[in-house]
């Protein structure tokens, strides 16, 4: 196997797993959609150049990848806060501020953090999304 070959294989091979693991940028309509199949849904409201969206983005990603249950379970959707802090989802919800998370499932909000960025904290706003997810 030629070097270009196999280097490009290897990076696929990594990249991949990342890609199917991605979370799905919102647009309107999007969570009631998944809310009315029944799926739980983790919004992450968040702008680029919010240092403690980053921090949370980290956590979260980490998680996912030591619990791949989070990623078959949960769909994971980002809210862009530049974008859609108007919107009638951040209304509804009555999101405070970028930075914050949170678990719905049916009509229900199950959790939710505002600008939290420890691991034990979002790990248990994950672990409730997902026990509601598998039961």
């Known amino acids: 196997m030629h070097r270009r070959t196999f280097l490009t294989a290897a990076a696929a091979t990594l990249i991949a797993p990342i890609a199917a693991r991605a979370a799905t940028d919102y647009t309107p309509g999007l969570v009631k959609k998944h809310l009315a199949a029944g799926d739980t849904i983790f919004l992450d409201f968040k702008a680029d150049w919010c240092g403690t ?7 979260i990603d980490a998680l996912r990848q030591e ?5 078959d379970a949960i769909t994971f959707i980002n809210v862009d806060w530049d974008k859609h802090r108007q919107s009638e989802l951040a209304r509804n919800l009555k999101i405070p501020r ?3 998370l949170v678990v719905l499932k049916g009509n229900e909000e199950l959790g939710r953090i505002v600008a939290g960025t420890s691991k034990s904290t979002i790990k248990g706003l994950m672990d409730t999304a997902l026990t509601a997810a598998t039961s």
Do not use: I
């Open 53 to 59: 969206c980053a921090a949370q983005e980290r956590v």
């Open 67 to 71: 619990n791949p249950a989070y990623n």
């Open 98 to 100: 970028r930075s914050t």
